[in-house]
């Protein structure tokens, strides 16, 4: 088993930054690829960005390239995500997930292992 926290959301200005953390703790001697998603009010959960599982590929959703930067400190067992510019629509809960896909998925589904989330809000 292994178990995912997410930390460092918050209320936001159009246009700033936020990064957020997520920790691993449990069975965390076999690597996984990790993924952010996120889920705004009244719509599916939507894949946001992933690494594999040593950090050398990552993959972005077409609504957040260029703006948000997803990384990975496995000497921490902690996942990154890097969000600038961010903008209204980008307002949701994101969650951290865990697979042990070998590349990097964009379903859910594809994800054993799931944080609890943390609010972003960004206001206009």
């Known amino acids: 088993q292994v178990q995912l926290v997410e930390s460092g959301g918050g209320l936001v200005q159009a246009g700033g930054s936020l990064r957020l953390s997520c920790a691993a703790s449990g069975r965390t001697d076999s690597t996984y690829v990790m993924g952010w998603f996120r889920q705004a009010p009244g719509k599916e959960r939507e894949f946001v960005a992933g690494i594999s599982r040593y950090g050398r590929n990552t993959y972005y959703a077409d609504s957040v390239k260029g703006r948000f930067t997803i990384s990975r400190d496995n000497a921490k067992n902690t996942v990154y995500l890097q969000m600038n510019s961010l903008k209204p629509e980008d307002t949701a809960v994101y969650y951290c997930?865990?697979?042990?896909?070998?590349?990097?998925?964009?379903?859910?589904?594809?994800?054993?292992?799931w944080g609890q989330g943390t609010q972003v809000t960004v206001s206009s």
């Open positions: 997930a865990a697979s042990n896909k070998y590349t990097i998925p964009t379903r859910d589904y594809e994800y054993a292992y």
